[in-house]
């Protein structure tokens, strides 16, 4: 069974840094699709970055580009997001998620982890 674990969020004063980790188990990820997406109370989840498998072409939105950098070990099924120069409004619920191809919706979904940003 696919499961997708998060990890390293929490609370960060405006300006600071976090790293958060999401762990595969159930199967081998290295040629799939890994994406992170957040959502903010009151709002719509929304795209933040993602890694393909073949070549590790990075795709960001427009609000995070210059301060959020998504990787990926495929040897420990992991694919992390260091966030840096942290803004208030990057306060929401962080999902990581894994696609099978390197378009369209994705298949498999974490629980979240919650990052805080205060100013």
């Known amino acids: 069974q696919v499961q997708l674990v998060e990890s390293g969020g929490g609370l960060v004063q405006a300006g600071g840094s976090l790293r958060l980790s999401c762990a595969a188990s159930?199967?081998?990820?290295?040629?799939?699709?890994m994406g992170w997406f957040r959502q903010a109370p009151g709002k719509e989840r929304e795209f933040v970055a993602s890694i393909i498998g073949s070549g590790g072409r990075t795709y960001y939105a427009d609000s995070v580009k210059g301060r959020f950098t998504i990787s990926r070990d495929n040897a420990r099924n992991t694919v992390y997001l260091q966030m840096n120069s942290l803004k208030g409004e990057d306060t929401a619920v962080y999902y990581c998620?894994?696609?099978?191809?390197?378009?369209?919706?994705?298949?498999?979904w974490g629980q979240g982890t919650q990052v805080t940003v205060s100013s």
């Open positions: 159930g199967r081998s990820f290295s040629s799939f699709r």
């Open positions: 998620a894994v696609a099978r191809s390197d378009y369209g919706n994705y298949d498999y």
